[in-house]
T-cell receptor, first 112, second 115 residues
């Protein structure tokens, strides 16, 4: 099966700085890569996703990049705010198949 | 729409007891899944279903059973609870088909403790 690795496990940034979280995957057939934000006591919520036919996708302050050759994808958050503090998970969906494989999470703290 | 709902929110069991975690969605999604979340291990897929009457195993299926008799409901059964099943359990659903077919919507979770 797929193996997704995520780094770093914890990240602290000053408010207004950028944050970058990186993930690698092992199965070159995986074709969908979502990022989730999980606030304390809640379920994960999708914040952005990218498909294997796209190299970059942006949504306001967040962006995701995908390098299929190197099998890694990254989440970029610019102009961080205290409300960005949460645990972020990357995931990969295998193809063919219907299983999602998650990274181990990154706890992001934005210091006011 | 209520989205994905899970009951109960908290549960304490003794070793060997059985119980069912409930999950329901009102979005007419074909795909439903169960994950467990443990510290430092992310979310791991237990079982999933691509439609009523169809279920399959994920990464960590041992000790759990599922069934999917309707589109809306996807209960997770613990047959004989063990301390290793202490975890937070999340149910998720996805439309599966269409442009947003892969987007998963998660429920609020059930925190289970097995003594």
């Amino acid at each position: 099966g797929e193996n997704v690795e995520q780094h770093p496990s914890t990240l602290s940034v000053q408010e207004g700085d950028s944050a970058v979280i990186k993930c690698t995957y092992s199965d070159s057939a995986s074709n969908y890569f979502p990022w989730y934000k999980q606030e304390l006591g809640k379920g994960p919520q999708l914040i952005i996703d990218i498909r294997s036919n796209v190299g970059e996708k942006k949504d306001q302050r967040i962006a995701v990049t995908l390098n299929k050759t190197a099998k890694h994808f990254s989440l970029h958050i610019t102009e961080t705010q205290p409300e960005d503090s949460a645990v972020y998970f990357c995931a990969a969906k295998e193809w063919p198949g219907n299983q999602f494989y998650f990274g181990t999470g990154t706890s992001l703290t934005v210091i006011p | 729409n209520a989205g994905v709902t899970q009951t109960p929110k908290f549960q304490v069991l003794k070793t060997g007891q059985s119980m069912t975690l409930q999950c329901a969605q009102d979005m007419n999604h074909e795909y439903m899944s169960w994950y467990r979340q443990d510290p430092g291990m992310g979310l791991r897929l237990i079982h999933y279903s691509v439609g009523a009457g169809i279920t399959d195993q994920g990464e960590v299926p041992n000790g759990y059973n599922v069934s999917r008799s309707t589109t809306e409901d996807f209960p997770l059964r613990l047959l004989s609870a063990a301390p290793s099943q202490t975890s937070v359990y999340f149910c998720a659903s996805s439309p599966l088909a269409g442009g947003h077919g892969n987007e998963q919507f998660f429920g609020p979770g059930t925190r289970l403790t097995v003594l």
